[in-house]
């Protein structure tokens, strides 16, 4: 069955760069359609769709947030990494990877979730 | 890429029906039949409910059910359960492989 795992700190501070990795097994990255996505949630607020990688290599940010944004897969280790620049206290969120799946066109399975926090 | 509009609330009894709007425009819900809805327990992830507008992934309720009228998904959950309280949000393709969810709406089961 397909899982996933976020990992990376829980504490930044502001201007520093976030960096989480995504840990997944149950599937396979090669077939071109198939994504991860990291989405995140600030305290009380909405669902936010940040990057999502597809299996092909094509990547897609969330607009407003495409210069800080950098995402990445490693095949060969199962993981899909973010990289988040100058992080603000706004950025306060958990941030979850996702699978994206292509038969669906949805987001699947869920990792638990990593609470991240901005703070001097 | 702006948020698709949901209700904040719903409310509703047990055995009841609700339905959760989700509304965008031509450029997303529109254009698509590719609208996934999610229900989020505090504290826990998203958990998938709905996908392609209407259908159900293994082991979802037949209780839970989606459509689209324009640019305007639904989700309705008939015979209410106290279970089902819950926030949701829907999501749809934006178009060029990207994707955009809704502000999300809280369940209240009364």
């Known amino acids: 069955q397909i899982t996933l795992k976020e990992s990376g700190p829980t504490l930044v501070k502001p201007t520093q760069t976030l960096t989480l990795t995504c840990s997944f097994s149950?599937?396979?990255?090669?077939?071109?359609?198939?994504?991860v996505a990291w989405i995140r949630q600030p305290p009380g607020k909405a669902l936010e769709c940040l990057a999502l990688?597809?299996?092909?290599?094509?990547?897609r940010y969330r607009p407003s947030l495409k210069s800080r944004l950098t995402i990445t897969k490693d095949t060969s280790k199962n993981q899909v990494v973010l990289s988040m620049t100058t992080m603000d206290p706004v950025d306060t969120a958990t941030y979850y990877c996702?699978?994206?799946?292509?038969?669906?066109?949805?987001?699947?399975?869920w990792g638990q979730g990593t609470m991240v926090t901005v703070s001097a | 890429q702006s948020a698709l509009t949901q209700p904040a609330s719903v409310s509703g009894s047990p055995g009841q029906s609700i339905t959760i709007s989700c509304t965008g425009t031509?450029?997303?819900?529109?254009?698509?039949?590719?609208v996934s809805w999610y229900q989020q327990n505090p504290g826990k992830a998203p958990k998938l409910m709905i996908y392609?507008?209407?259908k159900r992934p293994s082991g979802v309720s037949n209780r839970f059910s989606g459509s689209k009228s324009g640019n305007t998904a639904s989700l309705t959950i008939s015979g209410l359960q106290a279970e089902d309280e819950a926030d949701y949000y829907c999501?749809?393709?934006?178009?060029?492989?990207?994707?955009?969810f809704g502000g999300g709406t809280k369940l209240t089961v009364l």
């Open positions: 996702a699978h994206f799946a292509p038969s669906g066109h949805a987001f699947d399975m």
């Open positions: 149950g599937f396979s990255f090669s077939t071109g359609a198939v994504g």
């Open positions: 990688i597809y299996g092909d290599e094509d990547k």
């Open positions: 031509s450029s997303d819900v529109g254009s698509y039949n590719l």
């Open positions: 392609e507008g209407n």
């Open positions: 999501c749809s393709y934006a178009g060029s492989s990207t994707w955009v």
